[in-house]
């Protein structure tokens, strides 16, 4: 089973990635120039031909109006968009800065089924080791779902979060940050780490000789980025079958609370 | 298929990459994703010391017919890089030059990187540039024009700014993209091929600091026609580099 655990939907006001934003950020010697832009498209439809496309049997999702607006009616739209296509579970996001209806929202969400919630401090502007946040983190904890954070501050993660108890994904963790990701999990048992960005050659299968498999997992950030490119750094790794399958699915099956959706 | 991968560098990473030595890990990578000639540049000279990074790819590129090299030039040291450049470019494994104007801390339209420019355009046919974003692309599309005879790759293609890249691409007959991006955004080859089309786009990887099936997964998900993937991968690389013909 083809799991993919980290893709969106919904729409973007400024056509402005974040990883533009990055690039923005850091032109050279203060050059002038307008930011720097890419045409994507979130729509549901688009991530729902790329999944269709690549045979992904279940997709992780959530409504950007969530992330950027409001949590409230992105979580309901994430909701609707997961009754309405079996393929996608719906993933549920809390920005922790509006502090009044978050704890009613957790609750909610849980009632109705929702097991996955996805964060973003850094585009939000807050941070994962602030007291808002782990009074969320403690009011998750006494509930059977699992955490997804952006990697970047793996450390705290696993320093701060983990010890709540619940499964935490590092979402995103590239070449400057993946050696982290590595001792972060060898310590936590609860600590995973998304694929999709691991383009190192060949680490995630020094990963895997590592640390083990059972902590990895595939995401693809569709539809932001090609399927392809993440994808293929798992299927075309040096790795035995079984561990592909663990990393592209099994692993999802097995350490997030996913029963109820699969 | 079989294919050239224009952006290849050698050397060691601040990266858990699994300890091998670094030329038999880029042959290894080669064999893997059928690469027939890997065109690179040593990351010891990019970080470090220009003139010992050149010789160790030098050295590399004299036992193995798979590896072909760029030499390293620096703005900061004019002198040293022209006499690199007369050192290297005689050999007939040395296709090149690279220039990295972040690692360098040269701005593109630094007088310093103008008389670099200047020097390449006289030494080198081919020149591989570090794009970060629109200002480079559009720097590099000056020194296009002003040196016709030089045929520049825009490493990375610009980044997020790659439809600007496209742009300059199709403006300047002698100015190619290459696509290796930490960042792989859906649609920017598409719209790339709709702006300035296969044949100003050649296939770079970045390995080993990236995996080649990463890039070649843009160029998958970009939905290429047969044609278009034997210009892209090979075709229009051979014809830069002076190679052999996919059936040479």
């Not at chain 2, 970080?47 to 590399?60: F, P, R, S, T, V």
Request: one cysteine or more; a negative charge.
């Amino acid at each position: 089973m083809l799991i993919d655990i980290s893709t969106c939907f919904g729409k973007s006001p400024k056509k402005r990635l974040r990883y533009a934003n990055g690039v923005t950020g850091m032109r050279m010697f203060g050059e002038p120039g307008p930011p720097t832009t890419q045409e994507i498209d979130w729509s549901l439809d688009n991530l729902l031909a790329v999944l269709d496309k690549h045979q992904v049997d279940r997709a992780l999702t959530y409504s950007l109006r969530g992330k950027m607006y409001d949590f409230v009616d992105g979580n309901e739209e994430t909701w609707q968009a997961g009754q309405n296509h079996p393929q996608l579970i719906p993933v549920a996001t809390i920005d922790p800065q509006r502090y009044f209806g978050c704890r009613e929202e957790i609750q909610r969400c849980v009632d109705r089924g929702f097991r996955i919630f996805r964060f973003f401090p850094d585009e939000q502007g807050w941070s994962i080791s602030a007291l808002p946040f782990l009074k969320i983190c403690e009011e998750l904890a006494e509930h059977d779902v699992a955490v997804m954070l952006p990697a970047g501050g793996q450390t705290t993660i696993g320093t701060v979060i983990c010890p709540f108890g619940f499964n935490v994904v590092a979402i995103g963790a590239g070449y400057a940050n993946v050696t982290e990701s590595i001792v972060v999990a060898a310590e936590y048992e609860n600590f995973f780490c998304e694929t999709s960005l691991i383009h190192t050659a060949d680490t995630i299968s020094a990963m895997v000789a590592e640390i083990g498999a059972h902590q990895l997992v595939f995401g693809s950030n569709s539809p932001e980025s090609y399927f392809e490119a993440a994808y293929n750094l798992v299927a075309d790794a040096q790795l035995s079958a079984a561990h592909k399958d663990a990393i592209l699915g099994g692993n999802a099956r097995q350490y997030l609370p996913l029963e109820e959706w699969l | 298929m079989k294919k050239i991968d224009v952006h290849v560098h050698l050397g060691y990473w601040p990266c858990p990459i699994p300890s091998m030595d670094p030329v038999d890990r880029l042959l290894q990578l080669c064999d893997r994703e059928n690469i027939a000639y890997a065109v690179c540049s040593s990351f010891l000279a990019l970080c470090y010391d220009m003139q010992e990074g050149n010789a160790e790819l030098a050295k590399a590129a004299a036992e193995h017919q798979q590896l072909l090299g760029y030499v390293y030039v620096n703005a900061n040291y004019l002198d040293q890089s022209v006499a690199e450049m007369e050192r290297y470019l005689a050999l007939e494994y040395f296709v090149g030059v690279k220039i990295h104007t972040r690692l360098s801390g040269v701005a593109g339209n630094a007088p310093e990187m103008a008389e670099l420019m200047a020097a390449v355009a006289q030494w080198s046919p081919v020149l591989l540039v570090h794009t970060t974003d629109q200002n480079a692309a559009q720097q590099m599309g000056r020194y296009a024009e002003a040196y016709p005879q030089l045929t520049i790759i825009l490493g990375h293609a610009a980044h997020t700014d790659s439809d600007e890249a496209a742009r300059i691409a199709r403006i300047h007959p002698n100015i190619y993209l290459d696509f290796c991006c930490g960042w792989p955004g859906a649609g920017k080859i598409e719209r790339a091929l709709a702006i300035c089309g296969a044949e100003k786009i050649v296939f770079g990887t970045d390995m080993d600091l990236h995996a080649p099936a990463f890039t070649r997964g843009m160029f998958e998900g970009a939905g290429l026609t047969e044609e278009q993937q034997k210009m892209i991968y090979y075709d229009n690389a051979a014809q830069i580099f002076g190679l052999p013909a996919q059936n040479g």
